[in-house]
């Protein structure tokens, strides 16, 4: 296949996360913008970290007066799903060489459901996810960049913007509840966000929030994991 074809190829498979992240990247942009966040920032976000719901979740806090502690843990928290991405993943980047790299980092939820969705045999054409990488990351960028245009050059009534970081959160909850099935991590995470809003200075509501229910989920798993090796000997 000749690169010209190889490049539409790719292209026709990307266009279904254009379409969603040539808008979102501008929201994104115009966000950034708004509160204060120069163009080359918000572009090199794009290109540095390039993380979707991170950059929103980052720029929200960091707008809200929140330290690079909690901002780094809180990103980690909402990324961590991306380390059981790479664990499924392998076996198919086995071989990849000097692409490796750039394949871990560019793994985002859509390119991981594009990689997935390969017939069996393009599952291990290196090339191909090279360059399905690449055009999402392109489309996410242009978004970017084409949102704090617009958020420079036009006046917006920024009021009550604030409340994105709470809405992302109302979204990611809700998809993580429809996902698990599972009651007792939303009821940890409630009873948790409140002891750290009634207890904790506002500088580590969030950080002692996510800690205090890392812990009690890990408690919980430990004292779980040896009942169900019981249970299956039974």
Known sequence: MSSANAWREATTLTL???FGYLPLGAAFGILAV????????????SLLIYAGAGQFLAVALLAAGAGLVEVAVA????NSRHLFYG?????RFKGAGWRKPYLIFSLTDETYS???TLPPERARDHALALRLGLLNQAWWVIGSLAGALIGTALTFDSRGIEFALTALFIVLTLEQARR????????IALATGVAALLLLPDRHLLLGAIAAASLVLLVHY????PARSGEGHS
Do not use: C, D, H, Y
């Open 34 to 45: 708004e509160v204060g966040m120069p163009i080359w920032a918000a572009l090199l976000m």
């Open 180 to 187: 698990l099935r599972q009651a007792l991590p939303f009821v």
């Open 222 to 225: 430990r004292f779980q994991a």
């Open 16 to 18: 279904p996360v254009m």
């Open 114 to 116: 594009l990689l997935t």
């Open 87 to 91: 664990l499924s993943l392998l076996k």
């Open 75 to 78: 990103t980690l928290m909402l």
